[in-house]
């Protein structure tokens, strides 16, 4: 049952005030419920690590609403455990189907197109909707027939709830490329022949990779990096080699331990880290200030700029050369509560419509 919130405030167990009573002005605030301490249910099975977050709030900052609280979710969750796929799911809808993760997984762990996959949207689906639908609440036009259309083509966009994402495409990283097999440029004549197109058009792609080989050589001094880079398995050299340490902080901002969180395709964290230490820069990665001079909201996580956030991230990972996948399994994966008078249902209307505006 849902407690009223007391006159005075929120108080701890040991009888100090809670920090966060005001909404509006708080420090960032990490609380871990479950952690590696391996708690099990009353079967025996390991449960997951669940911990609260609560990022800081100060008077005279924008906090982006939603996508300002994605995208300090993605950064401390890359610095606690940093699992390669993230679930999205809004406060007011809860799983309807144990094996809704499981669904999605077939898609983003698919030998052949699995690596270009960003996320799996499922359709919304919702408890306490009338018989006739008064409201059109379900949504039939566009959950089942133009969301399925546009599967066929570069995938549906993302809704804002119900969403399993790879954490790599919100990142700002471009898709990853199919590498095409060398072929000659004249087929007519025979295999032992070696025409001139030939061999000139060998020489011009001998001389375009001897330049594209000098652009991608980054001088050793400037990587200030080195130090994070050792002792952590699963890197992908050939980002970090491209992107020193300036562009990498331009970028992600000034946290070590996140920016080698990023390069980790597989998710993990840095051996030897300390519990102590991951908190502490947890909490840094939550500060108000910390996206300041940075790509976050602009290339980087949830983007800002629009009250239909979820759209516009979604778009920007199509544009980075990204598939998504819509999945809809026979029970609903999710489910949530919809607006139950004219009113509220007016103004969801009304906002998608607003955010449509603004993106086009």
């Given at each position: ?25 708080h420090p960032g605030m990490i609380q871990v419920f479950l952690g590696h301490d391996g708690v099990r249910d009353l079967e025996g099975n390991e449960l997951p690590r669940l911990i609260y977050v609560s990022r800081e ?131 007519c004549l025979p295999k032992w022949w070696c025409c001139c197109c030939c061999f000139r058009s060998k020489k011009k792609n001998r001389k375009s990779k001897s330049i594209e080989k000098k652009k991608n050589e980054v ?125 509220d249902r007016l103004h969801q209307v009304l906002r998608w419509a607003l955010g449509s505006v603004e993106i086009s």
């Open positions: 049952m849902a407690q009223k919130v007391p006159e005075d405030g929120w108080t701890m167990q040991d009888g100090t005030p809670w920090p966060g009573n005001n909404v509006r002005d709030k100060r008077p005279g900052f924008d906090h982006h609403k939603k996508a300002g609280a994605m995208n300090a979710l993605v950064r401390v969750s890359a610095v606690i455990s940093n699992a390669p796929f993230l679930l999205n799911v809004d406060c007011d809808h809860y799983i309807n189907n144990s094996k809704a993760l499981r669904e999605a997984m077939c898609f983003m762990m698919d030998p052949i197109s699995g690596k270009k996959i960003c996320y799996v949207q499922f359709p919304q689906r919702f408890d306490g909707i009338d018989r006739h639908d008064r409201y059109s609440n379900r949504n039939v036009v566009f959950f089942d027939i133009n969301m399925k259309g546009l599967d066929g083509i570069q995938g549906p966009i993302y809704v804002g709830t119900g969403c399993v994402f790879r954490r790599q495409a919100l990142y700002g990283y471009d898709a990853p490329v199919k590498k095409k097999p060398p072929r000659r440029t004249c087929n001088p050793k001094h400037i990587h200030a990096l080195e130090n994070i880079e050792e002792g952590i398995e699963g890197i992908d050299n050939e980002k970090f080699s491209l992107m020193p340490q300036i562009k990498f902080e331009k970028k992600f901002g000034q946290s070590p331990v996140f920016i080698a969180s990023t390069l980790m395709e597989d998710g993990g964290i840095p051996k030897g880290a300390t519990t102590a230490s991951l908190l502490k820069e947890a909490i840094h990665v939550i500060s108000c200030g910390y996206e300041d001079k940075t790509d976050w909201g602009k290339e980087v996580g949830w983007i800002y700029g629009s009250v239909t956030e979820d759209i516009l991230t979604g778009f920007k990972m199509h544009c980075h050369g990204w598939r998504s996948v819509y999945c809809m399994p026979k029970r609903p994966a999710f489910k949530g509560s919809a607006p139950i008078n004219l009113s």
